[in-house]
Structure formats: C-alpha cells, structure tokens
C-alpha cells in the first residue's frame, strides 16, 4: 500500500502521461492503489529477456534502455510502460530493461493488476494500446 502523499505523488505524475491521457483520475488512483513505488540506480535491471513476468511498471523519473537478445533496441523514460507484453502473452519477457540513470515509479504486481484492468477499461486500454504499438514496431 501507498502512503497518503505518496500516493498523490503518484497520481498526479501518472495523469500528467500520455499513455494515461485518456484515463479517469479514479482509473489512475485505483492502479496506483494496486501497486507501490520503486526506485533503482543507474545499471540495474528492472526486468530480464527470458525470466517469467510478475509485474508491470510505469517510470516516473529516470531514463532505461530495452535490450532483445543483447542488442539495445530502445531507450524510454517517464510515462513509459514496462512489462506489459508478458502481462498480455503471459509466460517470460521479451526483453531485458537496465536503467540507464536513477530511475523511479509504480511496480504492479501482475496479479494485482489483472482485476484492476478487468474493472477500469479505459485503463486496460491504455495498457493495450502500449501493447499493441510495441507488438506493431517488433
């Protein structure tokens, strides 16, 4: 759970991304109610190619770059979604991300996350729409 000024943080940085764009406040507030920060520091991976999915994340501040089979083929930042192609095919990651600075943000639990999507479908857009342009450009 958040912590109550925390957890407005959060919201609002959220709100402020296009991928949330067309999301409710309340669309925004239960995913962060869903989930909890995280912070990590330059070089460490969030996720790895290969390692079964668990979670999602959304950077609020920082910089990372996506790796496939060793070879970079992206950098994202702030309002980036991370994890959502193994939430939606289920099974392992397709990439590895490391941080490429200090990086912060919302770390949800793939099994929170699944009934949050199911009740907020502008969010499971959101997310889908994410999915959707990373599966068109692979």
Request: charged share 25%.
């Amino acid at each position: 759970m958040v912590g109550g000024s925390e957890r407005r943080e959060l919201v609002e940085a959220l709100s402020r991304y296009a991928t949330f764009a067309e999301c409710e406040r309340e669309d925004v507030e239960a995913l962060v109610e869903a989930g909890g920060p995280f912070a990590l520091p330059a070089g460490w991976p969030l996720v790895q190619e290969g390692i079964p999915a668990d979670a999602c994340y959304v950077l609020t501040s920082g910089s990372a770059r996506v790796f496939h089979q060793r070879e970079q083929i992206a950098e994202i930042g702030e309002g980036d979604l991370i994890g959502e192609m193994a939430f939606f095919e289920g099974g392992q990651r397709q990439a590895t991300v490391t941080s490429s600075s200090r990086v912060t943000g919302l770390r949800i639990e793939n099994d929170a996350l699944r009934p949050v999507l199911g009740k907020r479908p502008k969010l499971a857009e959101a997310f889908r729409a994410v999915y959707t342009a990373r599966e068109a450009a692979s």
